[in-house]
């Protein structure tokens, strides 16, 4: 019972920060943050939109993690 409590923790994690990082590049919020008034050279790494697409593919990835491992639910928790 306790593994199928972490395995369900484990899956909402991977979506959640999976959306966060899909969503987050593209948002006002991210142009504005302390990190970049504290190291201005930053910013031309942060708001380029490579760097943008990376984090967002970065998030796109958890999500896939997350669907393969709900996929993959019985595989796991079999009675054996």
Do not use: D
């Amino acid at each position: 019972m306790l593994n199928k409590v972490f395995f369900s923790v484990y899956v909402l994690f991977c979506f959640e920060i999976g959306i966060f990082l899909v969503i987050f590049p593209w948002m006002e919020v991210w142009r504005h943050n302390s990190l970049l008034q504290l190291y201005p050279g930053l910013q031309s790494i942060f708001l380029n939109n490579f760097f943008r697409g990376a984090v967002t593919g970065l998030g796109l990835a958890n999500i896939i993690i997350g669907t393969w491992e709900v996929a993959n639910f019985r595989y796991y928790f079999r009675k054996a």
